[in-house]
């Protein structure tokens, strides 16, 4: 799938929320499912500190093709974390760069997001794309 | 519900407000208080009508806002019964009026090799502050240690003061301890040394009578904005000759004598340190935000209403705080459960209603998120106090802070929030 395909299906499953407890609920639901990342990649240099939660991050090549993990002290963070990762893994460095994220906004957690929260996840982002910039300059050379 | 608390809150209009579509329970008053209408209409009066640079003309207009920023400054002095109007200077808050004594104080006093005493539960405001005007002069900075109910370890201060030691620099109630730091002792131990003391009062002047003289500090600094007056102003109190010792801070406007281009010389005090325009506005808001304290205070005569004696007021503010916090401090314990408090002193006097806490196996930031959503608002994160919380192994913490304006309701309804947040997270 795309990952315009995948933010579709995301905005999807949210529609059934009417109530912002459910949403949240399922976001902590999906912060608790989200694959560990190994301990030994919690490392300083894979850390993006917020002075609200922390987020680790780290992503690995496979045929062309990138896969994220990463991990967070704050449960929330983690969910949306969760997801952006759905969005991400297995798209090729070039579709991530010219990714235009809409579906936070559309499943209404645009506030995660906002430089004034500080928790991390912004950066987080501009790490995923600065990963994928560095994997496209990478395979330039090769 | 106490209809005292209520006619207060009618006269803080943020107060009625609603936050994601529940009526807001503010709970974050360490960081700013709401204000009441005296200050709103001030701010109004003054932005719209008096408002003509102060200290500077011969208009009437500008005389006019010159009476109400110096009207502020007695007032200041009255407060927190400094000797002369000359010990006020006003500033833009307590971070600047720390850094205004640390840039200054150790340029005139500190010199290669020696120290700054500052304690360990210090917002960073006191820290960071110290630590650049050492680097400058290649001191160093020393720590006194609390100890696991977070009380000041002040049995170690008599030897930490060294010869090395130039000044001692401590808050009155650490914004995350929420402790009354016995500063009248710390005063006197320095001063048996020759050490003078700057406390930082950000917290300390909102929950504690204050009186300078009798205290005897060198310094002390407060913020306007969290004892209900605008933000953007603050209070730097000194004693009158070390003040008169130490270099100006900034240069400008309206600190001068004569200027010279070979060589200027300052204005007196309080102007040397109030370089350039002041926020006079904003300085102005003290006088109805202390009078309002003041007074619910019960230490006025003039009444806050028409059909209430002060001290009534006051009667009845001491006892919902004190019922707020004997509430909170068992509920965070026996029904929210699992909860570590940071800040419990061996005397429950000396806490303010201030709860830091972290809640076994809760991410703060998660909390605070789902609190927001239930309308209550709370503080999360490193609260700039990173060193404090770091000593006692948290990376984060959650805050409440109650101020004369907050219920006993609003603490029950807190409290139910974060059983809540507690169930959803785990």
Known sequence: MTIKEIENQIIEEFSVFDEWMDKYQYIIDLGKQLTLIDEKEKTEENLIKGCQSRVWLCCKEE???????????????????????????????????????????????????SPTRSNGLLSMIKQIKLYALAYKEKNKNN | MNVIINKIREEFPALSQQMNGKNLIYLDNAATTQKPKSV????????????????RAMYDLSNKATILYEGAREDVRKFINAPKRENIIFTSGATASINLVAKSFCEKFLKKGDSVLIAADSHHSNIVPWQLAVEKVGGEIKVLPVDSNGELC???????????????????????????????????????????????????????????????????????????GAT????????????????????????????????????????????????????????????????V??????????????????????????NIKEFVYQALQHDVKDVEIYGN?????????????????????????????????IRSGLMCAEPLLNRFGANGALRASFAMYNTLEEAQKFIEALVKAKKMLS
């Open chain 2, 40 to 55: 709103l209409s001030l701010l109004e009066k003054m932005s719209g009508e008096i408002n003509a640079n102060v200290h």
């Open chain 1, 63 to 113: 045929e062309g093709k990138l896969f994220f993990f990463a991990d967070s002290d704050a449960i929330i963070t983690k969910g949306i974390i969760s997801l952006l990762i759905r969005v991400f893994n297995g798209q090729t460095a070039e579709d991530i760069l010219n990714a235009d994220l809409n579906f936070i906004k559309e499943i209404g957690l645009e506030s995660n997001l």
């Open chain 2, 345 to 377: 002193p061996k005397n429950p006097e000396k806490k303010i209603p201030l709860f830091s806490f972290n809640i076994k196996n809760c991410n703060s930031s998660d909390i605070a998120q789902i609190l927001d959503k239930l309308g209550i608002a």
């Open chain 2, 154 to 228: 002040i049995e170690q201060l008599n030897s930490l003061i060294d010869s090395k030691v130039k000044i001692v620099a401590c808050s009155h109630i650490s914004n995350i301890l929420g402790i009354i730091n016995p500063i009248e002792e710390i005063v006197k131990i320095a001063h048996d040394k020759g050490v003078p003391v700057l406390i930082d009062g950000a917290q300390g002047i909102v929950h504690c009578k204050v009186d300078v003289q009798e205290l005897d500090c060198d310094f002390y600094v407060f913020s306007t904005h969290k004892i209900y």
């Open chain 2, 297 to 322: 205070r019960g230490n006025r005569e003039e009444r806050l209403f028409d059909n209430i004696e002060n001290k009534e007021i006051s009667k009845s503010v001491k006892k919902e705080e004190e």
């Open chain 2, 232 to 295: 953007g102003s603050g209070v730097l109190y000194g004693k009158e000759e070390l003040l008169n010792k130490m270099p100006p801070y900034m240069g400008g406007g309206d600190m001068v004598d004569t200027v010279r281009f070979e060589k200027t010389t300052y204005a007196p005090l309080p102007l040397k340190f109030e370089a350039g325009t002041p926020n006079f506005i904003g300085n102005a808001t003290l006088s109805p935000a202390l009078s309002f304290l003041d007074c």
